[in-house]
């Protein structure tokens, strides 16, 4: 099975136009005007392809490197032609044709597998271990019942996608031991994006999606060193430091802490085996343009900061993290011990085209128990987030402070309020505080877009389009019936009824939201 001919991942094509369900790199690179999206169910395995599709790009565009400093002018030039350059394409997969075979006994390089694992790992950790949505050993059941007394071999076309998740997501801890100098040894690090939620532009096709997605490489790259790790002549070496990239495709593509063998059936179709176990030993460094990153200061003394991954929650809608994308933030957001450093892809996402909306995907994970996959669009486009626009910056900004600030008196009041009426402790307010967010939060959604929409495109209000006293009116209410509903058969007593007049002052609280949750 060869990625580049062979049909493998899932497309929604626009409207007129026709195509097969799935389809291999070559054919995507070559018809991504006429495709819409991605259509992948796993938010992990999206995460992880969209870096490996980046990469791609850059390669077949030229646009892996700036030597003249014409970067942008020659990403729009692309734009405009409405189709990634055939010449390209067809020059990068005759030239890389032998390193995307799935399985390949040929040439002993199967696309991002390590075929030493053959000799150095005397057992397999089984398919169930590779498909991360199967429980595995006496782990609970997740999507489906599977047993590793009766595997289910998956389709070729659905391991690739569990091959790049594990890459990118892996868990940390132990795994499937590998021999290295006489030592058997099976710790594993933790996945490069593992427990994080990264944001991506998305633009009307997949043209533009792969476009605004690139990050502009500095002067001092050259292709030939940043290299994807497909494009390597040897593969690394496991006692050593895992490699620093140098340019963006090292960063997309050769950033993974775990390395896999998959083993195929007699005919090619499906994988009935694999190898999964550790990559390198020793601690590499990390970054990514699509991560929103958090920055604390550990001791205030020195200084010292430290700088983590904005997490994949489940339960928490995109637009709470809408602050992480701006790079104007509100005066009242100085001075907090967090401070907030966005992805740097929006710094040139937004000069393509002012008409992209945010795809956020990741995976809600602890250590290393998988939770939930986490997947949201922004119902409208960000042109707000270019810097032409600093004031509808800083009102974004301003609009999501305030529907979390009254979110979060709503959960204070419904504690304060069940804490009065048991006389217990505030942190244990049973089921009320779930019910109580469950209808604030889904309706303070609606109204941020909604306001959102609204707001100045043009740069001359210099209050970014926004009436604050109505927003805060508008979440107020919302928070207000919330507390009424919720609250409501704590009022069938008298003493109930004061706990809930008591705690409901709560509500009015003007204090900034604290840190994020």
Request: aromatic content about 8%; overall charge neutral; hydrophobic content about 35%.
């Amino acid at each position: 099975m060869n990625l580049f001919d062979e049909p493998w991942i899932p497309v929604r094509w626009l409207h007129g136009q026709d195509g097969p369900a799935s389809v291999g790199l070559r054919d995507l690179l070559g018809r991504c005007q006429d495709i819409e999206a991605l259509d992948i169910p796993l938010a992990a395995a999206q995460s992880a392809l969209l870096r490996v599709l980046y990469a791609l790009t850059a390669r077949v565009t030229g646009l892996d490197q700036d030597p003249d400093g014409d970067w942008m002018r020659r990403r729009a030039g692309i734009l405009e032609d409405r189709a990634l350059p055939q010449d390209g394409i067809e020059g990068y997969a005759s030239r890389c044709h032998d390193r995307f075979f799935l399985f390949d006994d040929v040439t002993g390089r199967p696309w991002l597998q390590d075929p030493r694992l053959a000799d150095e790992c005397t057992e397999t950790s089984g398919v169930n271990k590779l498909v991360m949505t199967r429980p595995s050993g006496n782990n609970h059941s997740w999507f489906g019942h599977f047993r590793d007394s009766a595997p289910h071999s998956p389709p070729a076309a659905t391991a690739v996608l569990y091959l790049l998740m594990w890459h990118y997501y892996g868990a940390p801890g132990k795994c499937t031991a590998r021999a290295l100098h006489g030592e058997r040894i099976s710790e594993a690090k933790r996945g490069p994006l593992r427990s994080s939620l990264s944001y991506h532009p998305e633009g009307d096709s997949l043209l533009v999606t792969l476009l605004a997605g690139l990050v502009r490489p500095g002067v001092e790259v050259r292709p030939e060193e940043d290299l994807c790790p497909w494009e390597r002549d040897e593969p690394a070496d496991p006692a050593g430091a895992p490699p620093v990239p140098v340019g963006p495709c090292g960063w997309w593509t050769d950033t993974s802490r775990h390395a896999l063998l998959l083993q195929p059936d007699a005919r090619g179709e499906r994988v009935t085996d694999a190898r999964i176990t550790w990559a390198y030993r020793l601690p590499g460094v990390f970054d990514d343009p699509y991560l929103i990153w958090e920055r604390r200061l550990v001791k205030k003394e020195e200084g010292e900061e430290s700088r983590t991954a904005r997490p994949a929650k489940a339960n928490r809608a995109l637009w709470r993290d809408l602050d992480g994308l701006l790079r104007h933030q509100p005066p009242e957001a100085q001075g907090e011990e967090t401070t907030v450093e966005p992805p740097k892809v929006f710094a040139t996402a937004a000069e393509l085209t002012d008409q992209l909306r945010v795809r956020a995907l990741g995976f809600d994970q602890v250590k290393a128990k998988d939770t939930q996959f986490v997947s949201g669009l922004t119902p409208a486009t960000v042109g707000h987030l270019t810097d032409r626009l600093p004031d509808t910056q800083v009102a974004v900004g301003r609009l999501r402070r305030l529907g979390e600030r009254y979110g979060e008196n709503l959960t204070a009041a419904v504690r304060k309020a069940w804490a009065l009426y048991t006389r217990g402790d505030p942190k244990q307010a049973g089921k009320l505080v779930p019910q109580a967010e469950a209808l604030y939060w889904p309706a303070a959604e609606r109204e941020f877009w909604a306001r959102f929409d609204r707001l100045d495109r043009t740069g001359e209000d210099p209050d970014g389009g926004l009436d604050i006293r109505a927003a805060r009116d508008a979440f107020l209410r919302l928070a207000r019936e919330a507390y009424a509903r919720t609250t409501d058969p704590l009022t069938r007593t008298v003493r109930g009824n004061q706990a809930v007049l008591d705690a409901r002052g709560l509500l009015w609280m003007t204090r900034p939201a604290r840190k994020n949750k």
